[in-house]
């Protein structure tokens, strides 16, 4: 058998003919939900609740073929893209370490699937990381979860600038009829910023071009040379 990871290039007919009981790829989404691409950054960004971890056949259609092994595990308020990916490399080595010796000799047990729950999500870039402050506040955390390092980053623009937020968190302020994107507190660690269900959001470490990763109170002293405003960020 070959088994891949993590690898987004299609095998061909060739490839997926060669080993005896043939290609096992392993697709860190609970199939048939989540084929296709991104599929972890999707699902924290679409707010899942259970997440999952698929082994199946390798066949010319993406993501397509019978599934081999399934886990599934809960999607925590405090995880982000990196812990997704580490509870799918848990649930991989699990099942690998489970199934490995009865795929070897060819013995496949198939796990029945439910199709009417099948989704397929497409190819992500940089660029659609950009957020508003005119969003939910929830919807905001989910992107910055979601597109977190090793990825891109969730970010906004002010003026010519592309800010980055690493990572962020509700505080459980509300803020009344101030307009959304106004950045109205700043403490030791945090920027706080109007959501558009006027709520704040809590902005703990940020980067942009000019100003190397830091924490919302470095940013802003580094950012904006000055003493703490109101400032409307857009």
């Known amino acids: 058998i070959l088994i891949q990871s993590g690898w987004s290039q299609k095998f061909g007919p060739k490839l997926l003919q060669l080993p005896k009981f043939g290609c096992i790829g392993e697709h860190p989404s609970p199939i048939p939900e989540g084929r296709g691409a991104a599929c972890v950054n999707w699902a924290l960004i679409e707010r899942k609740k259970y997440w ?13 073929g019978p599934v ?18 580490d509870k799918v490399a848990l649930s991989s080595y699990k099942m690998i370490k489970e199934n490995l010796s009865f795929w070897n000799i060819g013995s496949f047990n198939i796990v029945e ?3 009417s729950k099948a989704s397929y999500y497409k190819k992500r870039t940089p660029s659609d990381g ?10 905001i955390l989910a992107y910055i979860k979601a597109l977190t390092k090793p990825y891109p980053g969730a970010f ?3 003026k010519n600038d592309k800010i980055i937020i690493w990572d962020a968190e509700n505080p459980n302020i509300s803020c009344g009829s101030k307009k959304s994107g ?11 910023v109007v959501t558009g269900d006027s709520k704040l959001l809590k902005m ?20 904006f040379n000055k003493a703490f405003d109101e400032i409307f960020l857009g």
């Open 156 to 158: 906004f623009k002010y």
């Open 130 to 139: 950009e957020i508003s402050f005119s969003w939910p506040l929830d919807k």
């Open 68 to 85: 081999y092994a399934q886990e599934h595990f809960k999607i925590s308020e405090n995880d982000n893209c990196k812990t997704i990916y």
């Open 204 to 223: 703990k470490k940020l980067e942009s071009d000019t100003i190397p990763l830091s924490s919302g109170n470095n940013f802003f002293k580094l950012y």
């Open 52 to 64: 999952g971890d698929t082994f199946f056949k390798m066949v010319e259609e993406y993501d397509a």
């Open 113 to 115: 699937i439910d199709e």
């Open 182 to 192: 106004t950045l109205v507190n700043i403490d030791e660690e945090a920027l706080y």
